[in-house]
């Protein structure tokens, strides 16, 4: 094993060296330095793993000398030590960057845990990681066979969810080889139980709150606070997602209420989001409303109506106080919403749909750079974070916190990153979705999808007398059988939706209340 260097600042080092002696029986090498000036000159010329720095030293003071040593090595780690308890030192020497903070008189074993905490925090981590890991396996596996509600798969999701962000950082990705594996154990089991149940919760209202339920029986009951309130919906966000950008809220807001919903089928925006807004199926959309729906195949934008469905459903609730309605596509739209958000303040609900990240995941199909950008979910997460923290949303959110809005954060569908082509054959008046497809001459592998006879039944609207869905399971993906090796290539490794799936399925609901 390679010994670690250290450099110890203190003008009292002599009166240390059983400390010193301590250290080196664990595999640290300690050089010891009397002055702050020695010290700059020492870390200028050495190649130190960390600095253990005194703060009340005569000539440069701690303070002092770790800002020198930061301008020329500005990622070393510096952990101050200190008799003075001193807010305003703490407060300095953490301005400073310092990776840790001691006060005297320290011990050799608290010195031993905060060189381990800055030096082998990230072996320790990944080892305890790997170990949990490997004692939550069997668990995770065994309870597969008992999720027998959906509760129980929203737990269950959540749980991997939380050791997919926890294994993907380790630099072995052998334990992260074998969660995918069992995620999509996981994924194929959850198809099977939507195909045993959805039926039922969509008829007979029994099971999760879904797409159409989720306005008047978690939105609705906020606003009877009389709170200003506004309803953020972002197109395709994952429960993934969500938590990556969670803290992000924080600043300006406290989360209140954190749970979950289910997406109805098809999880694709025509069907999910427009049942979101219109508090209907699409089957009683099509019905109620047959100007404001489009099938598959006709010409246009599905998704024109929002509002007016929206206003619909609002005046079926008895919301006679005024709503307003805003999707966001572009940045000249968000920013004159920030300019204006105070005018909406007397309002019952401002609504505002945001499609930047339903942006990112088609763009993934359509540009190889974006390919290049998220390869895999982790990236993709980190590009949802990274565009978030620069975002016109984070400044609107941040506007609204400062206003006193309520905020309540959901999405319609979510998406999944798809690896198996499946062959479909079809007329041509099929829809093109990859996950889904609604037609009347359907030949599939019928192990890859769940085959809807009969629309009605979840209440989906039908082309024809003889039309059928078909909802793609688990990472399958549709693809036809002319130039069938092309586009199995062109679309593999790409985020699509409108199918079966714990990503697609199971999406975040929050509301949030602004801090004081």
């Not at 407060?91 to 320290?106: F, H, M, N, Q, W």
């Not at 093109?432 to 006879?453: A, Q």
């Amino acid at each position: 094993m390679d010994r670690i260097k250290i450099l110890w600042v203190d003008d009292e080092i002599q009166m240390l060296k059983s400390h010193m002696l301590f250290l080196k029986e664990r595999g640290y090498d300690t050089t010891p330095c009397t002055n702050g000036q020695d010290a700059i000159d020492l870390v200028n010329n050495n190649n130190y793993e960390i600095v253990l720095l005194d703060e009340n030293m005569p000539g440069l003071n701690g303070i002092e000398t770790l800002e020198e040593i930061k301008k020329t090595k500005p990622f070393l780690p510096v952990i101050m030590i200190t008799k003075n308890e001193e807010e305003r030192i703490m407060e300095d020497a953490i301005g400073a960057k310092i990776s840790d903070y001691l006060i005297k008189p320290v011990n050799p074993n608290q010195i031993l845990l905060s060189l381990k905490k800055n030096l082998d925090q990230k072996t320790l981590i990944a080892k305890k990681t790997t170990q949990n890991y490997q004692k939550d396996f069997v668990d995770l596996s065994n309870s597969l066979n008992s999720l027998l509600t959906h509760h129980d798969w929203v737990n269950h999701y959540e749980n991997l969810i939380r050791w997919e962000m926890e294994l993907e950082n380790l630099d072995d990705q052998s334990m992260f080889e074998i969660f995918k594996s069992q995620k999509k154990e996981a994924n194929n089991l959850f198809s099977k139980f939507i195909e045993k149940n959805y039926s039922n919760w969509i008829s007979n209202n029994d099971g999760p709150l879904l797409s159409h339920q989720i306005f008047r029986k978690s939105i609705f009951p906020k606003l009877k606070q009389h709170k200003p309130t506004i309803l953020l919906v972002i197109d395709n966000l994952r429960l993934d997602q969500w938590n990556v950008i969670r803290s992000e809220f924080l600043n300006s807001y406290i989360v209140d209420n954190e749970t979950s919903y289910f997406s109805i089928l098809p999880t694709a925006t025509q069907y999910s989001r427009n049942a979101l807004f219109a508090g209907l199926t699409p089957l009683e959309i099509q019905k109620q409303y047959p100007e404001w729906w489009k099938y598959d195949h006709e010409e246009g934008g599905k998704n024109l109506n929002e509002e007016n469905l929206l206003r619909a459903q609002c005046l079926r609730l008895g919301i006679d106080r005024p709503i307003s309605y805003h999707k966001l596509n572009e940045i000249s739209k968000s920013q004159q919403l920030i300019k204006t958000l105070q005018n909406h303040i007397h309002e019952c609900l401002t609504v505002i749909v945001f499609n930047f990240v339903d942006m990112i995941s088609h763009a993934k199909t359509e540009m190889e750079m974006i390919k290049e950008l998220a390869p895999n979910d982790k990236a993709y997460r980190s590009l949802t974070l990274s565009w978030f923290k620069n975002s016109s949303l984070k400044k609107l959110i941040d506007k609204a916190a400062k206003l006193n809005y309520q905020l309540i954060l959901t999405t319609d569908h979510g998406t999944i990153n798809v690896t198996n082509p499946s062959e479909v054959i079809s007329d041509k008046d099929t829809s093109m979705n990859l996950r889904y497809k609604t037609g009347r001459s359907l030949t599939f592998k019928s192990k890859d999808v769940y085959d809807c006879v009969s629309p009605g039944d979840l209440k989906l609207p039908s082309i024809s007398l003889n039309s059928r869905y078909i909802f793609s399971k688990g990472d399958n993906y549709f693809v036809y059988k002319k130039n069938y090796n092309h586009f199995a290539n062109f679309f593999r490794q790409t985020y699509q939706h409108g199918g079966i799936s714990l990503e697609e399925m199971i999406v975040p609901f929050v509301v949030l209340s602004p801090r004081k």
